[in-house]
């Protein structure tokens, strides 16, 4: 298995644009979560779904950030506008079932907001 | 304060030591994640328990619920074993809450 697909690895862009982030999550597993890092505060849970429904978005920081999962092997994470301060790797897991099994996560997303 | 304290922030030690990287929390818990970031920036997930002690090569992970607190052991350190190793904790549902990170440095 491939593991976890994330794309572009490195988004480099300018305030105001919009940014769209991508991830595979391994097959079968019906679980997926965004999640953010940053030296400040470390990894943070943005949203997560199951079964390709979003069950908590409490994370997402505004209303400038929104994620969708159109089909279980598939999900974006959008950013319109993006500011600066969204600068941070963004991570996407997935995992089987819904209970405390372990994540596999995919290399990341470097965004850097200019 | 955070619901997950990890110490120390950062450890340096020399090849073949016995590393032990320690994890409190303040709120009830379902299972403690431990996860390895390279210094490249991928995230591996090492251990999930909920209860006693996981084993896996030089590793080793235990878990004292009662004391709310887990410990993360290296055996025989190897400058492999260099980066940054991140507890987090699941309460209920499927939400994780992490650990600010120890950042490991074996010198050969």
């Known amino acids: 298995d491939a593991g976890v697909i994330q794309s572009p690895r490195h988004e480099v862009t300018e305030m105001g644009q919009e940014v769209t982030l991508r991830c595979k999550p391994i097959?079968?597993?019906?679980?997926l979560f965004w999640y953010r890092q940053t030296m400040m505060r470390g990894l943070e849970l943005l949203i997560y779904?199951?079964?390709?429904?979003?069950?908590?978005d409490s994370g997402m920081p505004e209303d400038r950030f929104s994620a969708k999962m159109p089909n279980a092997s598939f999900s974006t994470l959008k950013i319109q506008p993006s500011e600066p301060r969204d600068s941070a790797v963004y991570f996407c897991?997935?995992?089987?079932?819904?209970?405390?099994?372990?994540?596999?996560f995919g290399s990341g997303t470097q965004l850097s907001v200019l | 304060k955070n619901e997950v304290e990890q110490s120390p922030q950062n450890l340096t030690a020399q090849e073949g030591e016995f590393i032990t990287i320690n994890c409190s929390y303040s709120?009830?818990?379902?299972?403690l994640h431990w996860l390895q970031q390279h210094p490249g920036g991928g995230i591996v997930s090492l251990f999930m328990?909920?209860?006693g002690k996981k084993k896996h090569g030089r590793l080793i992970a235990t878990i004292n619920i009662q004391e709310k607190h887990s410990s993360l052991h290296i055996t025989a350190s190897h400058p492999r074993d260099s980066a940054v190793y991140i507890c987090?904790?699941?309460?209920?549902?499927?939400?994780?809450?992490f650990g600010q990170g120890t950042r490991l440095t074996i010198n050969p």
């Open positions: 097959s079968g597993h019906n679980s």
């Open positions: 709120v009830g818990i379902s299972a």
């Open positions: 779904f199951n079964n390709n429904v979003p069950i908590d």
């Open positions: 987090a904790v699941g309460r209920g549902a499927q939400k994780l809450v």
């Open positions: 897991a997935s995992r089987t079932g819904t209970g405390d099994e372990k994540l596999f």
């Open positions: 328990l909920s209860s």
